[in-house]
């Protein structure tokens, strides 16, 4: 995952590292060995990011940030969220996204 890709993502929709790094069940140390590339990042920890994020995982790796604007359509407020609040918005999102992938394939 690039670094570029996943900075954009926080910002957007407003997450702050401690945040993401308590929804991910990691340190702040570790999501920044994730984001600076210097560690591998498990598949569950990629799961759970496009998860939040509401995205397929391929689009961590793509330059092309079409899917990024696509993405924000589900996009929460993130003032005073719980990381209970975290995990019901990534499941929400998973299952926008496996709607939208269905849709795809009908087409």
């Known amino acids: 995952m690039s670094a570029k890709t996943y900075k954009q993502f926080e910002k957007k929709l407003g997450f702050s590292e401690e945040q993401v790094s308590t929804y991910l069940g990691v340190t702040r140390s570790v999501l920044r060995k994730y984001e600076s590339n210097t560690d591998s990042i498990p598949f569950d920890v990629f799961d759970k990011l496009s998860n939040l994020y509401g995205v397929d995982m391929s689009v961590f790796f793509e330059e092309n940030m079409d899917d990024f604007q696509q ?3 589900c996009a929460f407020r993130t003032d005073g969220i719980t ?3 975290m995990h ?3 499941k929400f999102k998973s299952i926008v996204n496996n709607y939208l992938k ?3 394939l009908l087409k």
Request: aromatic residues 0%; charged residues 15%.
């Open 71 to 73: 993405s924000l359509v």
């Open 83 to 85: 990381p209970e609040d």
């Open 88 to 90: 019901t918005i990534a």
């Open 102 to 104: 269905m849709c795809n």
